[in-house]
């Protein structure tokens, strides 16, 4: 009878830990499928952006930013304005909550895009961010077009 016992509660354990996993590898397939499907490869322009009351929306008129993807957590980032193109990069964490980004400090208007961004809502066509792990007054919105 013990031996019984033992085995079903290690069967239990076993099957346990493996639908764990399982979930845990759906809704990391999920996340990564909306982010491929919803963001990468598409274009998107700033449609909001604001440190404290200062609106800095103007500075990024006529400007396009896509994510291109080297895997599911970072890849070549490309701005472009008319024939002007600019390469930086963009990162991700691994449930997709930040985003890294990274463009040529010598263009003035990309020192208030380069930083660790948070996701405060994730709805195409608008991706609305804040700052990552900082209250400071920084807004962000890029809507896809």
């Given at each position: 009878?013990k031996?019984?016992i033992?085995f ?5 354990l076993i099957f346990?830990?493996?639908c764990?996993?399982?979930i845990?590898?759906i809704e ?18 700033v449609?909001?952006a ?10 990024y008129?006529g400007y396009?930013?896509v994510?291109?993807?080297t ?6 980032l490309?701005a ?18 930040k985003?890294t980004?990274v463009?040529?400090d ?5 020192k208030?895009l380069?930083?660790n ?7 195409v066509p608008?991706l609305?961010l804040?700052?990552?792990g900082?209250?400071?007054?920084l807004?962000l ?5």
């Amino acid at each position: 009878m013990k031996k019984y016992i033992t085995f079903f509660f290690f069967t239990t354990l076993i099957f346990c830990f493996s639908c764990k996993k399982t979930i845990e590898n759906i809704e990391r397939s999920a996340l990564e499928n909306y982010f491929n499907n919803n963001l990468i490869g598409r274009n998107f322009i700033v449609s909001l952006a604001t440190d404290s009351t200062t609106d800095l929306t103007s500075n990024y008129a006529g400007y396009t930013f896509v994510l291109f993807k080297t895997d599911f957590y970072h890849g070549p980032l490309q701005a472009t304005k008319g024939v002007n193109k600019y390469n930086g990069t963009w990162s991700c964490n691994d449930d997709y909550s930040k985003l890294t980004i990274v463009l040529p400090d010598s263009i003035p208007e990309f020192k208030f895009l380069n930083r660790n961004w948070r996701f405060t809502k994730k709805d195409v066509p608008t991706l609305k961010l804040a700052p990552w792990g900082s209250t400071a007054p920084l807004v962000l919105y890029m809507t896809r077009q």
